[in-house]
């Protein structure tokens, strides 16, 4: 399983990049000001951030519990990120809703929008990270 110094890790990185492509294509995508796309996106990101690292931990403990391990097939990978991505559009629609004063549904279908593009770079981001950082392997002969 992967250690805490990992785990922040891989969200400050996942999170620090994701900020670089949401700020300028979604202030251009949703016409907002800027600042208002960079305000969205710092706050929706801390809250991904805090999201990711419980939603991992969780993720990963439920299968070292039932499966013995934490390593992830193709299939397994797509259902781990349309989870999260549920669970975050959960936590992020009613901030988009006060912060942008729009409706709920106009940020469910904004939230929608950085779901989908947040589900194939998170795919895809995950992917990578386990081949530069593979998860160590858990020991499971006795030691003598």
């Known amino acids: 399983m992967r250690s805490t110094a990992d785990r922040i890790r891989h969200a400050l990185v996942f999170e620090g990049m994701g900020l670089a492509i949401v700020v300028p294509a979604g202030a251009w995508a949703f016409s907002l000001a800027a600042q208002d796309m960079g305000i969205v ?18 993720f990963d403990k439920v299968m070292q519990k039932r499966a013995g391990h934490t390593r992830k097939g193709l299939v397994l990978r797509v259902f781990h990120s349309i989870l999260f991505e549920f669970g975050l559009l959960l936590i992020l629609m009613p ?21 989908l593009f947040y589900l194939c770079y998170a795919f895809v981001y995950n992917w990578l990270y386990d081949i530069v950082f593979p998860v160590p ?7 003598s």
Not at 95 to 115: H, K, P, R, S, V
Not at 137 to 143: L, V
């Open 41 to 58: 996106a710092v706050v929706s990101a801390t809250l991904a951030t805090l999201w990711t690292y419980l939603y991992n931990l969780i």
């Open 95 to 115: 901030f988009l809703a006060w912060y942008l004063g729009i409706t709920l549904i106009q940020a469910f279908w904004m939230d929608i929008a950085f779901a």
């Open 137 to 143: 392997h858990e020991d499971t002969a006795p030691q």
